[in-house]
């Protein structure tokens, strides 16, 4: 017999009232707070949203305004896009991206694992003047970093460019990567250890897979980082050959200020391509995590 038919036995004709009047209010309430956190998100989801869909829609419009509009569905903005030197500046963009990572990443994992594993004098506070490093404004270095390209004969050069770029991300990658060399067990070095394996293999064959997720995730951020860099490179590299991504976007602005919106969308999805794809390419290995449990009997 379920609760409306005992309520109707009790009270003929009342067992909604009743019903109703048996759940508490505090219940009530709760269930109103959800529905209104819910609904609040759900409006702010939708206007970060609306962005994207301008961008999606301004690609494939001809005609192509600050407002939404009903699209064409036509690659002529692609085809401008390129023919402006998209690719070249994405090809750039990449390099400084992929150099800058590389470095950044190899640098970063050793000096986590000295951090990690060995007795280093000061350490706290040098992982304190690391974690400052990481809140140091990057404007705050340009022009002395200028002034040493123009005095070594650095400047207009995409690789040390991308060197400057590296060091800007080493800090936060340090700290990142020392936390995650913490939580590989040091029994697996040790016994490696006993059986006559070197440091340098200890690192490459048990550490560096053990903590593959969290060098992606270093290694992501700093790819991210140098794929936007924007003024390290415009004051570093005055190379029109050499202009990445985020700089030659500005060749869809004319000189009266007008704005080629349908070039620039077109130009947007394209620049978001390789971070989008490293990302699904990566996601197969951060999806996995951690996977200690069993490797070490207590």
Known sequence: MTTIDVAEQVMPGKADVLLHASIPTGWKRVRMHKLMVNATLGVLGIVFLLPLIWLVDSAFNTHATASLGAPALSL????????????GAIKNSLYLAVVSTLIATAVSTLAAYTLSRRRVPFKSTLLLGVLFLTGLPVTLLLIPTYEIFVHLGWANSPFYTSLVLAATSVPFAVWLLKNFIDQVP???????????????????????????PGILVAAILTFINSWGAFLIPLVLDANPGNTPGAVGIYQF??????????????????????VVVLYLVCSRWLN???????????
């Open 253 to 274: 602005m004319s000189a009266n200020g007008t704005v080629q919106f349908g070039p620039l969308a077109a130009y947007g999805i394209l620049f978001s391509l390789p």
């Open 186 to 212: 040091k029994e697996f070095e040790e016994a490696a250890a006993i059986e006559g394996t070197t440091e340098m293999r200890i690192l490459w064959k048990i550490v560096i897979p053990l903590s593959l």
């Open 288 to 298: 996995g995590g951690f996977a200690f449990a069993g490797g070490v009997k207590g």
């Open 76 to 87: 002529a903005n692609f085809r401008a896009a390129l023919a402006a030197g998209a690719g």
